[in-house]
Structures are given as structure tokens and as C-alpha cells.
């Protein structure tokens, strides 16, 4: 190679990486207002990144322009339009989420309660959609969160057909972040949890993330029968009533993985083994 080829490679090299810095600096600004924000100012998205104001300032402004952020008046940035225009595009290609939507939609209006259904994603539950009932409201959107699974109905849905060791490699081996009193901290008690979910079919969760809310999940099965994601009702107690409902929105929540498993290309029980798994 030539010395004069052998600069130009050298220099490629350099606008490359630097290149590549450059994409990773504005995704991890991007990534800041899932966790910091929603609306954040040029000093915060510095100290956050470590960056220094100027660099943060012309990271800001390009995404700007991109229309993935937006700047008010104030000077404050919040993400903006080209986000949801990206969102939509991923939703609309996941057969799960338009196969489960109209599905979560009627239970939440026929119920007045949320609806969610999730998926295992980077030992998380992460939310793909969800709806509120008039019973159950939200001032937030679930879509797009991370939840931890030991705490949820839906994660011990999605932990149920795991092996042990594959649950202690997606848990660490404890005890588990505990965010209320009645949290499940421990492999010992979380798994005589997934023991039921596996003999009734369906999960609870009862003031286990949060205080004063609960829900009824159901493991949504695809081909092989291997569960794929998870459906939960949930919403207060006092709009759930657990102590009178539970059989009733267990009905619901299994019937309706069902619906979403059938319509995904799942092949699932007989209609006699589908009964008697209701009748529990």
C-alpha cells in the first residue's frame, strides 16, 4: 500500500469512529428521556452523559432537526414527532401486537379495567401495548416500559415454562429488588408462585409493584406451545376485587391468551384439556 493510501485509510478509519461516536452520543441523548425525562434541559442531558454543554447543545440541535426532539420555548427538549412516526412502524410490523390489540381493547371496555400485554425482552417485562378502563385510569402510557418480572403478574407468566437455571440466569440469584412489602424476593417463594401459574394456568400479582393496585395475568402460548408473551387485567383493588372476581377475571384473561395464541399460529389443547383449565 501506498503512503499516500495508507493516509487516506488512516483517516477513513478516524471519520469513522468518529462517526460512530457521534451515532452513539445522540442515542444514548435519546435513551435519556425514557429514563430521565420527559422534558429535559442542554445542563441535565451534559451531567447525564458527561458531556461537555457545547457538545451536548450541538447533539441537541441535530436531533432537532431530525425531528426526533423538539425544543419549547423555555429552552427545555422533549422527543419528538419522528419518535412515534418510528414507534408505529415497529408496532405495526409485530403480528403479536395487532393480533393481541383488538383482544386487550373489548376487555378493557367490556371490564372498565387495564389491559396489558408484554413480552420477555433484556430480562424485563416490556410493555407492548396496553389500554385503560374507565375504572382503571392512567395519566401515562405503559407501551415502550420495562417492568421487573418477579414483582409482576405478567413476568411470572413469562418465567413459568423457564428452567431453573435459566430463571437464576435472568434473576441473579437474590434476593430481588423488593418495591412494597409484599414483593417476592427470593427464588424459594417466587418459585412456589410459578408453580401455581403452572397448575391454574393463569398469575396474580397483589400489591407486589405497587401499593393499593393487582392484576390477573395469562401466559399467551405460539407454535411449539412455548409462551411468547403474556395478557394481565389489572388496575386498584378496590376496582378488581380479587377476593370475589378472581375466578372471573382468570376466565377472561385465559380465554382471551387463547384468542391472541390462536390467532398467531399456536396449536393449542384440546377443547376438553381448554375446559378443564378454565374450570380451575
Do not use: W
Not at 45 to 50: H, K, S
Not at 113 to 134: I, Q, W
Not at 177 to 188: F, G, I, P
Amino acid at each position: 500500500m501506498s503512503k499516500m493510501s495508507a493516509e487516506a485509510a488512516q483517516t477513513g478509519q478516524r471519520s469513522s469512529n468518529g462517526t460512530n461516536m457521534s451515532v452513539q452520543r445522540a442515542l444514548g441523548v435519546l435513551a435519556l428521556f425514557a429514563e430521565h425525562g420527559p422534558v429535559l434541559r442542554v445542563g441535565e442531558v451534559a451531567r447525564l452523559c458527561g458531556l461537555g454543554a457545547s457538545t451536548a447543545s450541538r447533539l441537541l440541535a441535530t436531533l432537532v432537526d431530525a425531528d426526533l426532539l423538539e425544543r419549547d420555548a423555555a429552552g427545555s427538549y422533549q422527543l419528538g414527532p419522528a419518535v412515534l412516526t418510528l414507534a408505529g412502524v415497529a408496532l405495526n410490523r409485530s403480528r403479536l401486537y395487532r393480533e393481541a390489540r383488538t383482544v386487550a381493547y373489548e376487555i378493557s371496555t367490556d371490564t372498565g379495567l387495564g389491559v396489558n400485554v408484554a413480552e420477555l425482552r433484556d430480562g424485563k417485562v416490556f410493555y407492548l401495548l396496553h389500554f385503560d378502563g374507565r375504572l382503571a385510569p392512567r395519566s401515562y402510557t405503559l407501551m415502550g416500559r420495562r417492568n421487573p418480572l418477579h414483582a409482576t403478574g405478567l413476568g411470572k407468566c413469562l418465567l413459568a415454562d423457564l428452567s431453573p437455571d435459566e430463571r437464576l440466569r435472568l434473576l441473579g440469584t437474590g434476593p430481588f429488588d423488593s418495591y412494597t412489602a409484599h414483593t417476592l424476593t427470593d427464588h424459594a417463594s417466587l418459585d412456589e408462585q410459578l408453580r401455581l401459574v403452572g397448575a391454574r394456568g393463569y398469575a396474580t400479582e397483589l400489591e407486589e409493584l405497587a401499593l393499593s393496585r393487582a392484576c390477573v395475568a395469562a401466559p399467551v402460548r405460539g407454535r411449539n406451545n412455548a409462551v411468547v408473551a403474556a395478557i394481565s387485567i389489572s388496575g386498584p383493588l378496590s376496582a378488581l376485587r380479587l377476593e370475589d372476581r378472581e375466578a372471573e377475571l382468570a376466565r377472561i384473561v385465559i380465554e382471551a391468551a387463547d384468542r391472541i395464541g390462536t390467532a398467531i399460529g399456536a396449536v393449542h389443547a384440546s377443547p376438553t384439556d381448554k375446559q378443564a383449565v378454565l374450570q380451575r
